[in-house]
């Protein structure tokens, strides 16, 4: 594989994830309170398939996003950077693992309940239990992201303005992420979507232009 298409191929992973997690942010039945395992259970009941296929997306994304933040790690290590993306791609390798394992189980445990006919409030009762597995995946994962967002901005790959945006575009989606509501995921979902997309611009090789000959 040449160099000019692993730099598309990194950069197209880049763009491509944060395009999936939308969609399935937006596909997800809105929910105010995600504490709320009533409305959780209510939503689910009320369109499975809408539910599932909504979490299909998050698990594909997520898994796309662990994808794009080796790929930004490379992209840094050849730009010199190797401190800060060096700890970036483990924690949201870890975090990124466990939180789509948790959306599985949420999203396609609870399709199979009520497409069985049981109780997806009891489902989703039983489930709060793993809660804690859950917040763990979560730490690391925001940590991750905060971690590459500090890589990206010593790195100089992108000018001062661009990586000032990245920066607070990737702070906003990590509060977004943590905020238990669908409000707050479309939030997260459109700061990352700005911040990967700056960064997968600038990782998409440039055209190199051959010198014009000097006029006779």
């Known amino acids: 594989m040449s160099d000019a298409l692993k730099q598309q191929t990194r950069a ?3 763009a491509l994830a944060p395009v999936v997690i939308a969609g399935g942010v937006v596909v ?7 504490n709320d395992t009533t409305e ?11 539910w599932a296929f909504s979490h299909a997306l998050l698990i594909v994304g997520f898994a796309l996003l662990i994808l794009a933040a080796f790929a930004i790690r490379f992209h840094l290590h050849d730009a010199g950077e190797d401190r800060w993306s060096f700890w970036a791609t483990p924690l949201l390798t870890v975090g990124g693992g466990i939180l789509t394992a948790y959306m599985g189980l949420e999203g396609l445990g609870g ?5 069985a006919g049981g109780s997806v409030e009891g489902f989703y009762d039983a489930g709060s239990n793993l809660l804690w597995f859950f917040l763990i995946g979560a730490a690391a994962f925001s940590v991750g992201i905060l971690v590459l967002a500090g890589a990206i901005h010593v790195s100089g790959v992108l000018s001062r303005a ?8 990737l702070v906003v989606a990590t509060v977004g992420n943590l905020i238990p509501a669908s409000w707050a995921s479309y939030v ?5 979507l700005i911040g990967f997309g700056i960064v997968a611009t600038s ?6 232009t051959s010198p014009k000959p000097p006029i006779a």
Do not use: C, L, N
């Not at 661009?162 to 575009?169: G, I, L």
């Open 12 to 14: 197209f992973v880049v």
């Open 28 to 34: 997800h039945p809105y929910i105010s309170d995600f």
């Open 40 to 50: 959780i259970a209510a939503a689910a009941s009320d369109s499975p398939s809408t």
């Open 111 to 115: 399709y199979a309940v009520a497409e």
């Open 162 to 169: 661009m990586s000032r945006t990245v920066v607070v575009s």
């Open 188 to 192: 997260g979902a459109a700061a990352t």
């Open 203 to 208: 990782m998409w090789p440039q055209k190199e």
